[in-house]
Structure formats: structure tokens, C-alpha cells
């Protein structure tokens, strides 16, 4: 016999348009992940979301009751290991500096299209950090604005990885998807995760974009 299928990726939509919030969960559907919740405002959507645990939450931010920034700081906060991707109608920098700054993973405008939506949320669920074209660089040089502030910490808090966690990092700070890294390192996509989660808790940080801000701001992106 062969090994177990691999459980599908769990997703959550939020949404305040019903027909746009139908559209995205039967694509969703139909392309073999497990929707397990829709919520069409805010204080909903926390609470669906608590509820039914899922992995990615598709997340609009033109909410009523809770604005999306808020849904995503509730929930990434309650269960860090929640990944949001964020699907606006908006390509707005501030609205997408706001999103990631809230503890999004990602973040498409809703031009994209049905197959690049599917590969998002595919994407978004194994940690990779998903932009509309254009919008990562915007993002990354937030990061870079942001790390010429003076650090809270001390350099002597900071805990000890191991060289290979380092490399890792290096290249996650380069904005390389974990499985270009897997290709770079010769080294399987678990592997390459397990290093990231290893990293994440040894730094006490929640996601993949917390991880790049502290990487730019201990100057990983600049070496070879």
C-alpha cells in the first residue's frame, strides 16, 4: 500500500461580498483544499476562525464591524501559526505596509487570477511570503527603512543559530521561496522548514515576515 494522501491545506474566506466570498471558496473547493469557514464581517470572522482552526485565512480588509488589519492582528495573535493572505481590491502601499505590519504572510489585489490565487494560498500555507508583483519590494524596503532604527535589544540577547540556520536565513532575507532554497541547498522542502520553525522559535518570532525584518536588520540580505 502506499503511504497516507496528504490532508488538504485548511482555509478559511472572509469576505463582506457574498457572491465574490462563494466564488473564492468554491474555487477553493474545486481545486482540492478544505475550506472549513466563511465569514462576511470582522468580529465573525475572529470568531470562525478560533473556532475551526484553519491553516490559511483568504482575508479581505474592507470589513464591516473589525477592519481586516484588525481581524488579521487578532488571530495571527491568538494562534500564531495562522497564515493570512491577504485578497483586497486595494494596491494602496500604506494598506499593504498596514497588512503585513499586522502579521500577514502575504498579499494579492483581486485582479489576480483564479491560478494564481490557488498557488498563493498553496504557498502561503508551507510559510512562503506571497505578493502581487511589485509589492514585495515594497515591502522588503519597509523592512530596510524600519531596521535603520536604532534595536531595542541588545546584540547579546540575541540567541546563537547554527551555520545552517544562518544560510537559511540568508536566503529567506533574499526573498527566496523555501522551495528555491530546498534547490539552492540541496536539501528536501522539509528540511528547509524545519530550519525556518527551528529559527522562529529560537528567535521567539511568529511567521516568515517578522523573520525577513530581523534578518535585513542584522544585515543578512547584504552578504554573499
Known sequence: MTGEPAQAVRVMVVDDHPMWREAVSRDLAEAGLDVVATAGDGEEAVRRARASSPQVIVLDLNLPNLPGV???RQVVANDPSVRVLVLSASGEH?????AVKSGATGYLVKS???????EAVRRTAVGDAVFTPGLAGLVL??????ASEPAPASAADVPKLTARETEVLRLVAKGLSYRQIA???VLSHRTVQNHVQNTLGKLQLHNRVELVRYAIEQGLDEEL
Open 183 to 185: 534547490d539552492r541547498l
Open 141 to 146: 524596503g519597509e523592512f530596510r527603512r524600519l
Open 112 to 118: 489576480a487570477g483564479r491560478d494564481e490565487l490557488l
Open 70 to 72: 484588525e481581524v488579521c
Open 94 to 98: 500604506q494598506d499593504v505596509l498596514e
